[in-house]
């Protein structure tokens, strides 16, 4: 039966793991007021969802499952998306392929629609409309530009599917809407992938994305300690320098910098969760690798507009049950 939900989100971490069909990790770079909205929608086959930000942030994505995904911007005037060290660019898409991991960068606040298809509904889709089976990519993202008013039906479809789940949810679960929805598309994704022109992909972007996705799984497997810059070099397999172009190239900043915020977002996270009367401040930053606690607890406030003291006592604005798990941590793919 179709289905949808609108959530609304104050955490990160909360917002990451509601994202369906990846296993999502992020740092958010700016400082202020965190909201974020994510709408999801299952129809009879296809799923999507349609998310909203209001700060910029650095997302690790790794598809979870075998179903095939695109992704692109629902504002095509807000400022270009970056996935896996390529800007998605107006009037693109981004086929993500199954068991990929990508670094998914936004520079500013952001608004973007994903939707999928089994690889076995993506070839009876493809059969049924183009007269060929669809086979489903291999794990390496793509970008495609579609014909322009095939995007342009995907993004109004794909928008009037969004509002009714904001606006008349109970319209959405009938049948014949859902179905009336589903197809149309389902066509414009099968038009897009089959008509849409590919974007070269050069070697050094294949090469690139091999290395990001070493130094993430060295971040994991070291998210309590501190690493420096001659560790993860290692790690990665590049020099300094290489490392230094590939991470401002995914991440839009240096690996210091962007390991320094992964910690910050760790500790912020383990003092919202902690049990104020059993833990303490200092427990909990020394845990993450910060022991001049003075210049943390500045830091601290700069970056989240609080006291480490105060996101201690502050229970949290989310369901903890929704993001219980660690957030850093892969799941196995379904």
Known sequence: MPSSAVLTFTEPDAYYAAIRTAEVKGVVTARGDYRAELTRIELHRLWMQRGVEDLPRVMNVRRRDPRVAVFFMTEQEQSPLQVRGMVLGRGEIAVLGSGSADHHLSSASCRWGAMSLTPEDLAAAGQAILGRELTAPSSLTYRLRPPPAILLQLLNLHEAAGHLANTAPDILEKDEVARAIEQGLMHAM???????????????????????RRLEETLHANSDRTLYLAELCAAAGVSGRTLLACCHEHLGMGPIRYLWLRRMHLARRALRMADAAATTVTEIATDYGFWELGRFSVAYRSLFGEAPSASLRRPPEDDPRAWAGSPWKFAETA
């Open 190 to 212: 099968v038009t897009c992938m089959s008509e849409g022109e590919a974007v070269a992909l050069r070697a050094v972007d294949r090469n690139h994305a091999a290395i990001m």
